[in-house]
């Protein structure tokens, strides 16, 4: 059985079965050739080795010993934003005989075993071990947001509000705003206060494997303490954590069902228990809506697999068992359209949408380690918002929104979903 941590070496098949065709570069259906690139990372490095394939090649041969390290080699895999766009493009084209995104995982674990992790992202994991978070905010002002309101540890629901959204001061109005709304409604919710730290997401994209595994206990741990039956994430890498890289390392929240914010409260609202009412900024215009890495693509469950190949009639390999291919279409794509229909607001598709989406730049720490490639991604997606009809771009990632934000160079607007629901959501016997 192979796993989604599986060590470079014990992945050798997978990264020497890599044609070099270069459709993980590329959008499997693209609209147009100005926006065909599912790459950032290649769109900056401009050579092969920015792409997945070119990674992979080079883990391929610091495996099989053909090469070491170099400093070129480190700068191209700290381009990368771990996005997965490569995965979604190389499956459609060869399912599971590649799985560059695990490919990619192994390769950044390889680079930290063999110590030649980056500066900036040593800095990272040093942050997150003193104090939770990768920025080094003080742990004592993560619950600053949360002053006045009652919100125990034992709970039904547990919410996570995750590093960006905790301590951004702009936005703990909204935030305030949003769980007010749970707790009228007669939603028994409960936070970790203080106690709430990383979810490992970065952790794991990094190569930590064993700090990310060290993360993931102590938060299951603190999940089983609340007796919560739901937790609530308002953090997109925190539900890629739960779904796709906590079952990669073995752990499971077995009867706890993990919900990103937007799936939660498109829920409540289907079920008759919050309401929300028309937008009084965006009510009526039409915005174009940026599906994020870790929210859209990576909160798909992932599920253990057998790909040992086995040979059969006529010489071709086929995989042992059947299992479904994941191609990224079950992540969580429609709750946030939802939601943002019922506050009378009009949803524009950009080229680049859904399982193909293109990153905005700000995770797998290239924000803080390539900032020009951060920088140049931002401004990619940007322009795609070009023919939509819109200049206003919605993210439900308070991380994806904020980054864009800095980029727009006065052309565009960014917004968080979550200050438009802050303004709308509502218990639902409260009336009009």
Known sequence: ?????????????????????????????????????????????????????????????????????????????????????????????????????????????????????????????????????????????????????SLGRRCDVLLHIGSTLAYDTNKHAALRAVVQSLQAAGIKVGYLWQEEGSCGALAFDLGYRAQSRDLARKFLSQVAESGAKTVVTFSSSAIAAYRSFYPRMGFSFGDVQPLH??????????????????????GGQTVAFHDTCKSGRLSEPWQRKDLKLTSQMGGYYTSAEPDKVLFGNDGNYEAPRQLLKLMGINVAELERNRAASYCCGATGGVK???????????????????????????????????????HTKGQATVVDLIDLLADSLRPANRGN
């Open 1 to 149: 059985m192979m796993n989604g941590t599986a060590p470079l070496e014990e992945r050798l098949d997978f990264l020497d079965r890599c044609a070099r065709c270069s459709q993980c570069k590329f959008v499997p259906t693209p609209q147009s050739q100005k926006h065909a690139s599912s790459c950032p990372s290649m769109d900056f490095v401009e050579f092969h080795a920015g792409s997945a394939s070119g990674q992979l090649i080079m883990g391929a041969g610091i495996a099989h010993g053909e090469f070491g390290y170099t400093t070129s080699l480190l700068d191209a895999v700290s381009a990368c934003t771990m996005c997965g766009t490569c995965d979604v493009s190389c499956k459609i084209n060869f399912g599971e005989s590649v799985e560059p995104l695990d490919g990619l995982y192994a390769l950044r674990a390889k680079i930290v075993d063999d110590g030649q992790s980056p500066k900036r992202h040593r800095e990272l994991m040093d942050r997150i071990t003193a104090e939770g978070n990768s920025a080094g905010h003080p742990r004592t002002l993560r619950s600053a947001w949360a002053d006045g309101l």
């Open 261 to 282: 914010f937007t799936e939660y409260l498109q829920q409540q609202v289907a079920a008759g228990v919050l309401a929300l009412g028309p937008s009084n900024s965006h």
């Open 368 to 406: 803080e380690a390539v900032p020009a490639a951060a920088k140049m991604a931002a401004q990619n997606r940007l322009s795609e918002l070009q023919g939509t009809g819109t200049d206003v771009m919605v993210s439900a990632c308070g991380n994806c929104a904020h980054h864009l934000g800095k």
